[in-house]
C-alpha cells in the first residue's frame, strides 16, 4: 500500500526465527536480530537514532488462522504500549507475507490506542502520542487499508457514545447523535419525538419512558445507495436505555447500577455499523432502528402488574419492570416489519443471564434464522473474535411467557431468562431474525487488551464482516 520512508519508525514481524531477513536493515544488525532470535527473544529493538526499527515475532497457530488473527491483535495492543511509552507519533507496519495477519496487528494496535478522555480535566496531558499507523505493502491495497479504518472508527465510536454519562447522553441527545453519524457518512436519518412515538401507539416505549422527566426517541436510519445488491433491506435493530435504575423494580444488588449507561450498547452498534457500512460505499440497503429511553422511577411511572398494549396489538402483563428493553425492542421490531426484510440482527445488553452464561467471552445469540445463514453468522463473529453463542430456541420456551390476563408477560420466570428474552422478542416478528444478547462482553470493568476499558464496541465489527460478505466482497 506504501513504502516505508527513511526516518519512519518501523515494525517489523517475524513468523519464522530461522530465516529472518530484511533489505532495511544492514547485515551487523540483522544478525544482531537472527542472535537474539536464537536466544529466545520475541521482541528486539534497534536504534538507528532517526528511527527506531522494532522486530516482533509472532509465530501463527499452526492450523487456526482465527486465533492467530487474535493473538496477532493481542500483540498489537501490546505494541501501542510501547510505541507511546517511547512517545511516537507514528509508526509503519512493513508486511512480512501474511496481509490477513498483519491487518489484524493493526487493528489490535488501532483499538487499543482508543482513549475517552472528553471528561478528564488534565485530558491533554495524557493523550497517547501515537497518531498514525502506515502499512509498507505491495499486497495490502488501499480500499483494504480504508475498511480497516472505517471499521475501527466505528468501533470507537460506539465506545465513545457506551463511555458517556446519561447526564449527556439522554434518549433526545442519543438520537441527535445517532443523526450526526448519519450527516458525516451520508445516509439518512429521522427520529420520531413523543407525539409521533404516540400516534404510532408504541405501548412499549412509551410505558417504560413514564418514569422520565425526559422524552423519548425512536431513530430510523437508512443506507440504501443507488446499486444494492439486496432490494429487501438488512435491517438492524438496537436497544436505546440509556439509563436503566430498573424503575418501580429498582435493581437489587451491589454495583448494578453502577455501568447501566451501558444500557443503550445496542443502540450504539446500529448506528455505528451503519456509519462504518456507509463511509466504505458497501453496496447493500441497511436500515437500522433504535428506540431509547431512560428506565426510572416516578409518580407516573409503570409498575409491576400493568397491563401494556403493544405496537403490534398484543398485550403483556409487566412483572417486573427492570425487564424493559424487550419492551421497547418488542415495538421496533414490529415496525420493522413495513420493511419486508430479508434479516433482522437485532442487538442489546438485555440479560444478566446472558452475561452469566458467557461471561465476556461471547455473544448470547438466538433466533429462526435458518441454519446455512445461522453458520455463515457464526463465521463472520469468529473471524473478528466476537464470536456467538447459539442457545436453544425451542418452542416450550414460550410456555413460561403465557399470562393468565394478558397475551405475554414480561418475564418467563427464574429458568432461562436469556432465551426466553429471545422469545418474548420472537412474538413480535414474522420475518428471520436473530437476537443478538451483548450483556457479557459490551462492557469491561477492567483493561482487556484491544478492547480495552469500559465501552468495548462490540458487535461493529462482527457486522462489518457480515456486511463484507453479504456484498460478495468476502467469501463466507
Known sequence: MSTAGKDDHLLLVVNDKSSFDSPLLETEEKQFVRTSLKEGKTQITINQYKRMIYVQLLTPVSNDRVKSMENWRKAGAQLAGRFNAAGHQSITLV????????????EGIILSNYQFLKYKSNGKKEINSLKSISVASKKINKTEIDRLQFVTQATCKARDLVNEPQSFLNAVVFAKELQQLAKDAGFKSVVFDKKKIKSLKMGGLLSVNLGSVQPPTFTVMEYKPAKAINKKPIVLVGKGVVYDTGGMSLKPTANSMDYMKCDMAGGAVVGTAIYAAAKAKLPLYIVGLVPATDNRLDGDAYVPGDVITMMSGKTVEVLNTDAEGRLILADALHYAKRYDPELVLE???????????????????MGNVNEELKAKLISCGDEVYERLGIMPFWDEYNDLLKSDIADLRNIGGANAGAITAGKFLENFTDYPFLHLDIAGPAFSKSNDSYRGKNGTGVGVRFLFEYFLRRAGIKKN
Open 95 to 106: 508486511d512480512n507475507g501474511n496481509s490477513d495477519l498483519l491487518l489484524a496487528l493493526a
Open 347 to 365: 442487538f442489546s445488553t438485555l440479560t444478566g443471564s446472558a452475561a452469566a452464561t458467557l461471561g465476556p467471552y461471547g455473544i448470547v445469540a
